[in-house]
């Protein structure tokens, strides 16, 4: 049984069998076919036409150049925080050495799938359940690193390899799923209380904005309000200036110092005839019925403020003040005597 397993022919790939040696071959692009003369290897055959010796040259390997697809098993890890998962992959090869790949190990493509299977056990033990999820790009390229190390002498290349899928038990695709969910209610919970803080300054500032806006509006209603209290002092004070220069005018005039006096003594006389009407307390002077009396006074406060014009005017016309005195006093009396 050992004598026929030794002289039973190397499995061929891609093809049913091995090519019978007629003579002349026609080799197909991108396959080598490695030819042995007398049980020894002779070479490697080149795509398109050669010629073998019949019953000399054998030919005893045919190998793919192309790439080939290996679907890797279904295998149990363990990770770092002792989770067992299920993960199956997929391999991508090519035969870089047709030689190597014949005579340096039995069969490439079982051993390639053994050393991928071994070095993800290796790697997955190596990180935790969330970092398995999380890391796969990098897991990928760390079995691919491992694989072309060990392959190398094997002629054969690993261009790379992917993660089909990772089951997961379901205790643990339970309690994945609850964090989840309580990851997302505490992002939840975060984003709602952001937007409270976020209302909260925008309301602050708007309240701090309106608070301002209505201080410079004040500011600028009270410096208007200012302005405007002084223009009207200024028009009131310069109105005034023309009414006491019309009025000097005036009394400077014939006659003038007599019309003072009878106004004099008018706004006196309207002064007590409303203090009645105003207030239910009246205080009065005790000569309140000598009409003649407080005429006199008023015309003598009168003449006390507009003595240094009257000593100035007195060389001028005497007789005609003395007569507008005597002649207001007239006047009052008999209107007094109507009035009663």
């Known amino acids: 049984l050992k004598r026929a397993a030794r002289l039973a022919p190397a499995p061929c790939r891609w093809n049913s069998g091995l090519p019978v040696n007629i003579g002349v071959l026609f080799v197909p692009q991108q396959e080598a076919w490695v030819v042995e003369r007398m049980g020894k290897f002779h070479r490697i055959l080149e795509p398109g036409l050669n010629f073998l010796i019949p019953l000399l040259d054998r030919i005893r390997y045919v190998q793919s150049l192309k790439e080939i697809v290996i679907n890797v098993p279904e295998q149990s890890a363990v990770t770092l925080d002792n989770v067992t998962l299920q993960i199956d992959g997929v391999l991508y090869l090519r035969v870089m050495d047709p030689?190597?790949?014949?005579?340096?190990?039995?069969?490439?493509?079982?051993?390639?799938?053994?050393?991928?299977?071994?070095?993800?056990?290796?790697?997955?033990?190596?990180?935790?359940?969330?970092?398995?999820?999380?890391?796969?790009?990098?897991?990928?390229?760390?079995?691919?690193?491992?694989?072309?190390?060990?392959?190398?002498?094997?002629?054969?290349?690993?261009?790379?390899?992917?993660?089909?899928?990772i089951h997961v038990p379901p205790r643990v695709k339970e309690s994945m799923q609850m964090q989840v969910e309580?990851?997302?209610?505490?992002?939840?919970?975060?984003?709602?209380?952001?937007?409270?803080?976020?209302?909260?300054?925008?309301?602050?500032?708007?309240?701090?904005?309106?608070?301002?806006?209505?201080?410079?509006?004040?500011?600028?209603?009270?410096i208007n309000k200012a302005a405007g209290e002084a223009n009207a002092m200024l028009v009131k004070a310069r109105a005034k200036a023309e009414a006491i220069q019309l009025l000097a005018a005036a009394l400077s005039q014939q006659h003038g110092s007599a019309a003072a006096s009878l106004s004099v003594a008018e706004q006196y006389v309207n002064a007590f005839s409303k203090i009645a009407k105003d207030s239910n307390t009246v205080l009065l002077p005790a000569n309140t019925g000598d009409v003649t009396n407080m005429v006199a006074q008023a015309l003598g406060i009168y003449t006390t403020l507009t003595k240094p014009q009257t000593v100035k005017s007195q060389d001028e016309a005497p007789p005609a003040h003395e007569d507008a005195q005597a002649a207001a006093v007239e006047m009052l009396k008999a209107e007094q005597g109507s009035s009663s």
């Open 99 to 165: 030689y190597k790949a014949s005579y340096g190990v039995e069969d490439p493509e079982y051993a390639v799938t053994q050393l991928a299977q071994t070095t993800m056990r290796s790697e997955l033990g190596k990180l935790s359940l969330d970092r398995v999820f999380r890391e796969r790009e990098s897991l990928n390229a760390s079995i691919v690193d491992a694989i072309n190390q060990a392959s190398d002498c094997w002629g054969i290349r690993c261009l790379r390899y992917e993660i089909k899928d």
């Open 182 to 222: 309580a990851e997302r209610r505490k992002r939840a919970t975060v984003l709602e209380s952001e937007g409270t803080r976020e209302s909260a300054i925008n309301v602050a500032e708007g309240q701090k904005q309106a608070q301002i806006l209505a201080s410079e509006a004040e500011k600028a209603e009270q």
